[in-house]
């Protein structure tokens, strides 16, 4: 539930730009009334689904405060880039911050990862996972560096795709692509875990 709750921006954004794209002539009567004359019908779709995540953007902090009376860095961060980049998708009318994106925040938390780990000594991932379990220094320091790599290539995979293929194959690939890689890293990361786990028990 809490993975579908993460993902509610997202999966917003991409039923927006589906229904907007098989509307096109009211999904461009809708951008225009928002955002004014000048857009065409091919820009209404992904600036209707940039305009849609915000809001679900703002909604889900909403949300989370009113449920923990607070709200955690990691969607604060998630959070305020969505508004940077969404904002300057819908005030200069182009696609291209919105694209950007997930690219800067992937590539913001591995820069984070790496920096604490290497420069500052603190590793984040263990931070964030020891009170669940108990794993070797070595081990530690491995998964910190292997989901640092992992935000690395997700940044250049976005970046790839979106210049590479359609925007709506992007629009695919940030929901159904983007997620079934995270799961993937996740699953990997969860049998390598177990390995280790198992020989402490013994």
Do not use: C
């Amino acid at each position: 539930m809490k993975f579908l709750f993460d993902l509610l921006p997202v999966i917003l954004f991409f039923g927006a730009y589906k229904i907007a794209g098989m509307n096109p002539e009211a999904s461009l009567s809708l951008a225009s009334s928002w955002l004014g004359d000048g857009i065409v019908a091919t820009q209404a779709p992904i600036l209707i689904a940039t305009a849609v995540a915000m809001v679900a953007a703002a909604i889900q902090i909403a949300l989370v405060w009113f449920k923990r009376g607070k709200v955690d860095g990691m969607l604060w961060v998630s959070f305020a880039i969505i508004v940077v980049f969404g904002g300057a998708t819908l005030f200069f009318h182009n696609p291209t911050f919105i694209k950007w994106k997930p690219t800067a925040l992937y590539w913001l938390f591995g820069a984070v990862l790496l920096i604490a780990g290497l420069a500052l000594k603190r590793n984040l991932i263990r931070k964030m996972l020891e009170a669940q379990i108990q794993l070797p220094d070595e081990v530690w320091n491995k998964l910190n560096l292997a989901w640092a790599l992992f935000f690395v290539m997700m940044g250049g995979l976005n970046l790839y795709v979106a210049y590479s293929f359609s925007e709506e194959s992007w629009v695919n690939f940030k929901l159904f692509g983007m997620t079934g890689l995270m799961i993937a890293f996740a699953v990997l990361q969860g049998f390598y875990l177990s390995r280790h786990i198992e020989e402490d028990a013994h």
